[in-house]
């Protein structure tokens, strides 16, 4: 699978959006943009993933550019709940393993 | 059961005591992962079960490590001869693959501490 970059951390006041960068320079035409987050002391949690189309969900938006090398994750209205590290991971499919990297590091401030 | 369930919750043992942690995944799930977490560390993948595939156990550290699962229900992960370096949170998380998305539901996890 192909490997992300992600900044290690960025703040973003409460009630503004959150818009997380992510890289894939090296992404394959049939692999999937994932984004999973951990907030402190818990197990991560699935927010959303997409192939080249933008997707939306109750969570979260993806963008992802057209030649699919970077996307970003919008979260349109941070809460201080939304502190929390955020991965952005490559899987070539639902069968694939999804190995977790160092993620980015969302602060929300009031 | 609603969710991920682990056991122990929490596990304090001495160094180069046995270990047994145990997963029992959400029903009906065919894929089943461990990972660890050490204090303020990321996500450290161990082990993987897909279905009756045989596992990928790529990521564990030692010898010392080893995991079961009993068709598609619970997991158990060995620790032998635990170390103090292996204190950490071990979490399990249960996948459902429907079409496109491979979604993770974690359990809360063990936290082992060796002295």
């Known amino acids: 699978d192909a490997k992300t970059t992600q900044p290690p951390s960025m703040d973003c006041a409460e009630g503004r959006a959150a818009n997380l960068p992510c890289n894939h320079s090296?992404?394959?035409?049939?692999?999937?943009v994932y984004w999973y987050r951990q907030i402190h002391s818990q197990g991560p949690q699935y927010i959303i993933h997409?192939?080249?189309n933008n997707e939306t969900n109750e969570m979260a938006s993806l963008i992802i550019t057209e030649d699919r090398k970077s996307s970003t994750l919008i979260l349109p209205h941070a809460t201080l709940r939304d502190t929390a590290v955020y991965y952005c991971?490559?899987?070539?499919?639902?069968?694939?393993?999804?190995?977790f990297g160092k993620g980015i590091t969302l602060s929300v401030r009031p | 059961g609603a969710g991920v369930s682990q056991s122990p919750s929490n596990k304090v043992t001495e160094k180069g005591k046995d270990v047994e942690l145990r997963c029992d995944p959400i029903s009906g799930h065919t894929a089943l992962y461990w990972y660890r977490q050490r204090l303020g560390q990321g996500l450290e993948f161990l082990i993987y079960?897909?279905?009756?595939?045989?596992?990928?156990k790529s990521g564990l550290p030692s010898d010392r490590f080893s995991a079961e699962r009993t068709g598609e229900s619970v997991s158990t992960l060995t620790i032998q001869r635990t170390q103090q370096e292996d204190s950490a949170v071990y979490l399990c998380a249960s996948i459902i693959q429907v079409q496109t998305k491979n979604e993770q539901f974690f359990g809360p996890g063990t936290r082992l501490t060796v002295l």
């Open positions: 997409g192939l080249k």
């Open positions: 079960f897909q279905g009756n595939s045989a596992p990928d």
């Open positions: 090296t992404i394959s035409g049939n692999e999937y």
């Open positions: 991971i490559i899987l070539a499919g639902a069968n694939s393993k999804l190995t």
